[in-house]
Nanobody
Framework: QVDLVESGGGLVQAGGSLRLSCAASRRTYTLVNMGWFRRAPEKEREFVAAISPNGANTYYADSVKGRFTISRDNAKVTVSLQMNSLKPEDTAVYYC????????????????WGQGTQVTVSS
């Protein structure tokens, strides 16, 4: 069984918007920090955004701050990433995982990396 399933990716022009969604199969995910990572072609996977269990605190990579918004709906056990003002450099596969704080950033807490969802931004 796949615990976290990402969706919502697609092809969009620069300046456009997309909304990614992550559906969790177990309610225990409402008790942990959740986050988004991305992997661009030929690059290392990188942190994008994180959100606390109750949604009160959010954290962003500098590269997406002010453009992306992470949110969660614990009633539906989903985590979303609203992406506005998209740039070609946002092109990547986006992954939803459980995250933990790691010094001044975040890392995957041990969740299996799923299929992710492809986001492609054309210039």
């Amino acid at each position: 069984q796949v615990d976290l399933v990402e969706s919502g990716g697609g092809l969009v022009q620069a300046g456009g918007s997309l909304r990614l969604s992550c559906a969790a199969s177990r309610r225990t995910y409402t008790l942990v920090n959740m986050g988004w990572f991305r992997r661009a072609p030929e690059k290392e996977r990188e942190f994008v955004a994180a959100i606390s269990p109750n949604g009160a605190n959010t954290y962003y990579a500098d590269s997406v701050k002010g453009r992306f918004t992470i949110s969660r709906d614990n009633a539906k056990v989903t985590v979303s990433l609203q992406m506005n003002s998209l740039k070609p450099e946002d092109t990547a596969v986006y992954y939803c995982v459980v995250v933990i704080r790691d010094n001044f950033s975040w890392r995957n807490a041990g969740t299996n990396w799923g299929q992710g969802t492809q986001v492609t931004v054309s210039s």
